[in-house]
T-cell receptor, first 121, second 116 residues
Framework: AQTVTQSQPEMSVQEAETVTLSCTYD???????LFWYKQPPSRQMILVIR??????QNATENRFSVNFQKAAKSFSLKISDSQLGDTAMYFC??????????????????FGQGTILTVHP | DTAVSQTPKYLVTQMGNDKSIKCEQN?????MYWYKQDSKKFLKIMFS???????INETVPNRFSPKSPDKAHLNLHINSLELGDSAVYFC???????????????FGPGTRLTVL
């Protein structure tokens, strides 16, 4: 079974600074996807960034980037130029494929425990 | 035009009751999911449905049953509610990923269930 570990229950950062959230995972799969989701106080789950395991290049989305170390099974999220609106809980997630009847693949998400990020003015 | 909607957003009920949470998606997706987020914010998959086929069924008590009248809806029915069922329940939907492929899961706003 896959496990996803976020070792930082809480983090804080000053506005405009950079912060890195850590995530490690354990799997025997070779093909999988990794994600960071944001959950603000509104409760809505928002996809921040994703990484395909077969890609060596780290994914970037504007101020968000990842450091994907496949051998170390590490997937950290870097937020640059932090903004007050980045205050939220951040979840690292792992997706593997599950085969249904007929051989169709479906994605199964496993989440980490979450890291509460607070951006201070 | 909400992509994935859930009703109700809040549900307060007594132990032992039976309740349902409804989920609808207007994205044309063919796979839907239910997740549970407990009081410690831990989020875990419960079920996944595609064309009325149960794809993923994690270790969930038999009191929980997904019901899918059509591919745009996946409702969650809970019998004999217990205190430990108090949580936020999220519905999500996606297209079929295809072998080694990926399709984003879109989440609903969540339903906070409180069992007294």
């Amino acid at each position: 079974a896959q496990t996803v570990t976020q070792s930082q229950p809480e983090m804080s950062v000053q506005e405009a600074e950079t912060v890195t959230l850590s995530c490690t995972y354990d799997t025997s799969e070779n093909n999988y996807y990794l994600f960071w989701y944001k959950q603000p106080p509104s409760r809505q789950m928002i996809l921040v960034i994703r990484q395909e395991a077969y890609k060596q290049q780290n994914a970037t989305e504007n101020r968000f980037s990842v450091n994907f170390q496949k051998a170390a099974k590490s997937f950290s999220l870097k937020i640059s130029d932090s903004q007050l609106g980045d205050t939220a809980m951040y979840f690292c997630a792992f997706m593997k494929h599950v085969l249904g009847a007929g051989g169709t693949s479906y994605g199964k998400l496993t989440f980490g425990q979450g890291t509460i990020l607070t951006v201070h003015p | 035009d909400t992509a994935v909607s859930q009703t109700p957003k809040y549900l307060v009920t007594q132990m032992g009751n039976d309740k349902s949470i409804k989920c609808e998606q207007n994205l044309g997706h063919d796979t839907m999911y239910w997740y549970k987020q407990d009081s410690k914010k831990f989020l875990k998959i419960m079920f996944s449905y595609n064309n009325k086929e149960l794809i993923i069924n994690e270790t969930v008590p038999n009191r929980f049953s997904p019901k899918s009248p059509d591919k745009a809806h996946l409702n969650l029915h809970i019998n004999s509610l217990e205190l430990g069922d108090s949580a936020v329940y999220f519905c999500a939907s996606s297209q079929v990923a295809g072998r080694d492929g990926y399709n984003e899961q879109f989440f609903g706003p969540g339903t906070r269930l409180t069992v007294l």
